[in-house]
């Protein structure tokens, strides 16, 4: 594997100074997720800050059972029904909020032309498996729903997500296409963990790996189940029956994280089902690269591959003279 540069290194210092979740209890957990991130210069050099020329709105959708918080992205000077992506953020189900996904989302509204809709879905503990899987379909049906009202077509719509959101963006491509929609044009999967039965080899060979250890993982998948069969498809969309039909996807996957072959696994699964994938490993990278993009150098490299992914699958269809 190729050698992790000297900001990624010290990142991974940085952040080992702060409590890992493997000592956390569930009171520790819950209490965590109470804690808003402050808003100043280091954080934002660290997670990026809002990209100019996009009008944000936070509003509501439906979720499992109630209305859950979504923020809407929309750039300034675009006009007309615009292509719709929606987002779900990461934090290994257990963490993370609208907040940490400003950078992203922003910046994909702009350079796609896109309404992007990021969803606040429930968190683990308080709320295991499935409540986090529901609360995302059902923002995804009542979003796709009001897409007019959002400024954005029907027709072209997309979902993206990194870590644990990447987990459930590929489970609300299996519920799109097993529920009969919303139709889903594009799947984007930013280092997605896809196997919770932690089947992959890269648990072993990047266990100490910074930003994330697999000891880490392994506390945030129980977390999330708690008792729950972790080969179930909707915890993990690498264990579903059969691929076939689903959207096409973009898979992004970190060199040096632990769940790496989950997304290549899922992409091999992916084409052998016929479905169109696209897989590009970022070495030198950590798990969560996307998320430091003044610090890990393959950030904007990155970012420019998925939206030119996006870019390309919901361009408006042409018409034929």
């Avoid at 490993?281 to 798990?287: I, Q």
Wanted: aromatic content about 4%.
């Amino acid at each position: 594997m190729a050698e992790m540069d000297l900001r990624v290194r010290l990142l991974g210092k940085a952040l080992s100074l702060a409590p890992s979740v493997t000592g956390m209890t569930d009171e520790q957990l819950i209490a965590r997720q109470r804690k808003a991130l402050p808003r100043n210069r280091v954080i934002d050099f660290l997670l990026g800050s809002r990209a100019p020329g996009i009008v944000t709105s936070d509003l509501t959708a439906a979720g499992a059972d109630g209305r859950i918080g979504i923020r809407v992205y929309r750039p300034m000077r675009e006009t007309g029904p615009l292509p719709l992506i929606v987002n779900i953020h990461g934090g290994g189900w257990v963490s993370g909020n609208l907040d940490i996904a400003d950078w992203l989302c922003g910046r994909v509204a702009k350079e796609v032309g896109a309404v992007v809709v990021s969803v606040d879905y429930r968190l683990a503990p308080t709320h295991r498996f499935p409540v986090a899987v529901e609360d995302c379909y059902a923002a995804l049906v009542d979003v796709a729903g009001r897409a007019a009202e959002l400024g954005a077509d029907p027709d072209r719509i997309a979902v993206m997500g990194d870590s644990a959101g990447g987990n459930l963006a590929a489970v609300m491509c299996l519920l799109a296409r097993d529920r009969s929609g919303p139709e889903i044009a594009f799947q984007g999967l930013i280092y997605p963990a896809t196997d919770l039965t932690l089947g992959s080899q890269s648990l072993e060979d990047n266990a100490e790996a910074p930003v994330i250890t697999t000891r880490e993982a392994r506390k945030m998948r129980d977390a999330y189940l708690d008792a729950h069969d972790p080969a179930d498809p909707l915890a993990s969309p690498l264990k579903a029956a059969t691929h076939e039909g689903l959207p096409p996807a973009l898979i992004q996957v970190a060199e040096h994280d632990p769940i790496r072959d989950d997304g290549l696994r899922y992409g091999e699964a992916l084409r052998a089902a016929g479905v169109p994938v696209r897989t590009t490993t970022y070495v030198g990278m950590p798990h969560g690269y996307l998320s430091f993009p003044n610090v890990c150098r393959s950030a904007t490299q990155a970012l420019g591959e998925l939206c030119s992914e996006l870019s390309a699958a919901l361009a408006p269809a042409r018409v034929a003279d």
